[in-house]
């Protein structure tokens, strides 16, 4: 996962990044689902989006055919912003997920996460 592009540490506030990620480690063709959620300098807890993707294919990248690529782009604030990724087996309802006392029946297939500065 990166903002702008990969290996970005420190951006302006004034600018709109855009969000890039490629899902890797799992079979090709196997359903996936991506869930970002970013904590912002002043602690408020978004989550920026949670949807199917496609195992291998990257996001996020301008290509000459767009239909091939959405790009989503997103403000920052000023300080530390910290992002969180989570891909699983299913999309999460989060509601229900939170609010269960049993372990759930969704599989984590992997996390990431990104910290970036920004002035």
Not at 5 to 13: I, L, M, V
Not at 38 to 60: C, D, H, L, R, W
Request: proline share 3%.
């Amino acid at each position: 996962m990166w903002l702008d592009e990969p290996g970005k540490k420190q951006f302006k506030r004034e600018k709109k990044v855009s969000i890039g990620y490629e899902i890797k480690g799992i079979e090709f063709g196997t359903p996936a689902y991506f869930t970002l959620i970013n904590v912002s300098p002043t602690g408020q807890i978004a989550m920026i989006f949670s949807e199917s993707v496609e195992v291998g294919k990257v996001y996020g990248e301008l290509t000459a055919q767009s239909h091939q690529t959405i790009v989503k782009h997103i403000d920052l604030e000023s300080g530390q912003e910290y992002f969180k990724a989570i891909v699983t087996s299913e999309a999460i309802n989060w509601k229900r997920f939170l609010a269960m006392g049993t372990k759930p029946v969704i599989t984590f297939w992997g996390t990431g996460e990104l910290i970036v500065e920004v002035n």
